[in-house]
């Protein structure tokens, strides 16, 4: 274990992530699961990005924030499954948390950016190109991003306070902030209770104005006289909700319930939903169940084909 002397007192400079113990044989079939996982994360948000810059139809608004969100959870899922290794520094450990937090705000930030998008689409079909035109879709995606780094640079700052003295084993995949705390030999109330805030802040908003949202777009799903449309249109919000239930109700349950012995023995297991499973659903629900991304696909497999034909015959 690496160490440093200061002031008569042992700093770990070292710390070791647990990651999943006690799986004995199963280690390479999960660390296979994991990879297989990161790869058909990485090729879905690609491939998502790659439909929206490259075809026309879908140079719109909600386009244009599903392009950006998928390159958020690329960023995302890159940040957490390459790095489930073993050992890593303290700065390492902590600058893993920040870009995730950063991240997980933005996501926040977006998701509720996302829905009011619909909302307008479907709540406010005449005023869709005035509410939701380039220039305030791009103030809403830089604004996500702003917000994430002001917020998570007041708690990294906090964070680099802290010292460690052991033990040095962190209970956890990746470097969350509640079990790099319970390392700390430092007081650590005050990081405690501004996370708390800013976890509220950056969870509740988003989570209430997405609610608010799908309220006001059930409603007007409900009044359309077309039996088909009502379908088309519940089935998407469902799959929508039921992604946005599942990451918002875990991160609620991590970061802003008490912090019991029962439910921290489970926070490893809910990390899985907002930090793994969700940036692999994120492309299959928001983008690839949509009419417009399937035909784009379809193009575009079609055009490769072609250009592999003519490829082909001019070799021979």
């Known amino acids: 274990m690496a160490v440093t002397e200061s002031q008569n007192q042992t700093e770990i400079t070292e710390l070791y992530l647990m990651g999943f113990v006690g799986l004995g044989d199963l280690q390479v079939p999960v660390f296979c699961l994991f990879l297989l996982i990161y790869l058909v994360t990485m090729i879905g948000n690609i491939l998502i990005m790659l439909l929206v810059v490259i075809d026309s139809h879908l140079h719109t608004p909600m386009y244009f924030f599903l392009g950006s969100f998928s390159f958020l959870e690329m960023c995302y899922s890159s940040n957490i499954l390459p790095m489930m290794k073993r050992s890593i520094s303290v700065t390492g450990c902590m600058m893993q948390y920040y870009f995730f937090a950063i991240l997980g705000v933005a996501e926040c930030c977006l998701l509720g950016a996302m829905s009011y998008d619909r909302c307008v ?14 220039r305030i879709c791009l103030q809403f995606i830089i604004g996500s991003w702003i917000n994430g780094l002001f917020v998570m640079s007041i708690v990294l700052y906090l964070m ?36 708390f805030f800013i976890s509220a802040m950056c969870i509740l908003l988003p989570f209430f104005l997405t609610l608010a949202s799908y309220i006001f777009i059930i409603s007007t799903i409900m009044r359309m006289s077309s039996v088909s449309g009502r379908k088309k249109a519940f089935s998407t919000c469902s799959s929508h909700l039921m992604v946005v239930s599942i990451f918002y ?30 940036p692999l659903f994120n492309p299959l629900i928001y983008s690839l169940r949509n009419r417009e991304v ?16 003519m490829y082909h015959r001019n070799l021979v």
């Open 121 to 134: 689409a479907i709540c406010k079909p005449l005023h869709y190109t005035i509410l939701m035109n380039g």
């Open 160 to 195: 680099h306070q802290l010292k460690f003295c052991g033990p040095s084993e962190i209970n956890h995949f990746f470097c969350e902030l509640n079990p790099i705390l319970k390392l700390a030999c430092s007081d650590t109330h005050f990081i405690e209770v501004v996370t």
């Open 249 to 278: 109700s875990t991160l609620m349950i991590v970061y802003l319930l008490p912090k019991t012995d029962g439910l921290q023995s489970s926070n490893k297991v809910l990390s899985l939903f907002y930090t793994i499973l969700t």
């Open 294 to 309: 399937k035909e784009a696909l379809k193009k575009a497999v079609a055009k490769l084909c072609t250009l592999g034909r």
